[in-house]
């Protein structure tokens, strides 16, 4: 249908594209559609199975949290510069037994 609009609009207004060029823009352009598709599905693709992963993570994270605190007597969370950030009044309450509860929250283990 394009070829036959594309003949028939040429002969009425004098075009400089020929019909070999023509078919050449339109597979370039149905190329291009395609490629940019098959990069938007594989960019979905990536999406859903990052967050699939990350959930399944989370997961993970609590159940042995919750294994951990059915098994221990204290769990604390630490920071990347060994900064409790979690059970900070657990360990405090362990470390003092009874006595003078100072806070141990952000204290450095060494």
Do not use: W
Not at 20 to 31: N, V
Not at 73 to 92: H, M, P, R, T, Y
């Amino acid at each position: 249908f394009s070829c036959y609009r594309f003949v028939y609009l040429s002969q009425e207004v004098h075009s400089d594209i020929t019909p070999s060029q023509h078919l050449i823009m339109e597979f370039g352009g149905m190329l291009t559609t395609i490629v940019l598709s098959d990069q938007a599905v594989k960019r979905s693709r990536d999406k859903v199975l990052q967050e699939v992963k990350s959930t399944t993570l989370k997961g993970e994270r609590s159940a042995l949290a919750t294994m951990l605190n059915l098994m221990c007597d204290v769990v604390v969370g630490l920071n990347s510069s060994l900064q409790i950030e979690e059970g900070a009044e657990k360990f405090a309450a362990l470390m003092t037994l009874g006595g003078s509860s100072k806070l141990v929250k952000g204290k450095l283990l060494q």
